[in-house]
């Protein structure tokens, strides 16, 4: 039997669970059924942001979603950086 899956459901599938460090900054894509999920989640991370003081680079597509945040003040990855992933993983 052979089974057939979408381009998006294949770049799901190869995507990462966890945060990439590139170029001084934490990186990950988050991947969702539709852009009413994605709506909820940027939400809740730009609640996070706030609170945090702590602002990601957000780049939202229809069923994805690709944070990206650096500590311009330590010029690079910083715990305060460590700290708003986890709060961002917990959600």
Known sequence: ????ITESQK????GKDTWEEI???LIRTFYFNDYDEVIVFVNKVML???KQNHHPD???H???????I???DKGGVSEKCH????????I
């Open 62 to 68: 229809y069923d994805n979603v690709k944070l990206s």
């Open 48 to 50: 996070i942001a706030k």
């Open 58 to 60: 957000i780049i939202v």
């Open 23 to 25: 170029d001084k900054r």
């Open 1 to 4: 039997m052979i089974i057939m």
């Open 83 to 90: 700290k708003f992933t986890n709060a961002v993983d917990k």
């Open 11 to 14: 770049k799901k599938l190869e």
């Open 70 to 72: 650096t500590d311009h």
